[in-house]
């Protein structure tokens, strides 16, 4: 891989650390898909488990099946801003598991974690002697009350294998680069061998192309904070919309406003829709009728549950939104 790379993304991911990651704590991929691929296939062993968030994304599911690793599903609590249910947690864990996952900010719920839970997770980690997969491939696109703070700030708790990506926050998704970085100051992840283990499956798959990593270290230097906060401030105006909208539709409740990514999770009272079976029904049919798709909740573990993305331009947004209260004033029960 083209050398500077590693550093570029060491440099930018330690701004917002209390030490400083090296180089060579930086794991290049494919995309971030492609390093859920790696940390999956390199975590799977005989007889063991990961613990995933409900609900979810479901590449992690997908990627531990075809691994044979055994997956236990702990809650996110709608009622609490989709915090952890760490009594849940604690419950699944076993000597047998390998590792929990926390995405933050949210994808499908659109939530950010506070500092507080946060400590609380990876204390939660450190007990149950597990280490933390930080999903943060929506680092900083952050908009509500609660700031980002990446998980690595604790990692003198429990260690954390941190995944991110430059399409997010740079909005350039068809680049495919990606990163793991072990953030782990004690070096625990160097005695169980992760490392190892981590740089052998490296050789044996593909980098990202030579092009896109020498471009990418230029993006990395020079994107100006003006670019980020644009950003930000496009996405918290379409978010604002989305619940706002949302808000109007009697059979669809919004438990917590999204703060962060580019989605939320909606849940659906059927027992106001006639002719509405279930959350996928809602869906085909809603695409049929309003050539709206949204994605049922089944599909990241809720079922009766729907997930919007709010990541479209504003003018499509509110059409979009106007054809599914459409959709759900004609399917309502009559009274």
Known sequence: FVVPIPRSIAEYLSLDLPYKLSPDDVYLSAGANHAIEILVTVLARPGANVLLPRPGYPLYEARAAFSRLEVRHFDLLPEKGWEVDLH?????????????????????????????????????????????????????????????????????????????????????????????????????????????????????????????????????????????????????????????????????????????????????????LEDINDDMDFCTKLAKEESVVVLPGFAVGLKNWLRITFAIEPPLLEDSLERIKTFCLRHAKKQ
């Open 88 to 272: 849940g947690v604690e419950a699944l864990a076993d000597d047998k598991t390998v590792a929990m996952l926390v995405i933050n900010p949210g994808n499908p719920c659109g939530n950010v974690f506070t500092i507080d839970h946060m400590n609380k997770i990876a204390a939660t980690a450190r007990k149950l002697g597990i280490l933390l997969i930080a999903d943060e491939a929506y680092d900083h696109l952050a908009f509500g009350s609660n700031p980002f703070v990446p998980m690595g700030v604790f990692a003198s708790i429990t260690p954390v294998l941190t995944l991110g990506t430059i399409s997010k926050r740079w909005v350039i998704p068809g680049w495919r680069l990606g990163w793991m970085v072990t953030n782990d100051p004690n070096g625990i992840l160097q005695k169980s061998r992760i490392v190892e283990s981590l740089k052998s499956y490296l050789n044996i798959t593909a980098d990202p192309t030579t092009l896109v990593q020498g471009a990418v270290t230029q993006v990395i230097k020079n994107t100006t904070e003006d670019f980020f906060l644009k950003t930000t401030n496009i996405i918290r105006g379409a978010a604002n919309i989305c619940y706002d909208r949302l808000e109007e539709i009697p059979c669809i409740t919004c438990p917590h406003k999204p703060e962060g990514s580019m989605f939320t999770m909606v849940k659906l009272n059927l027992c106001l």
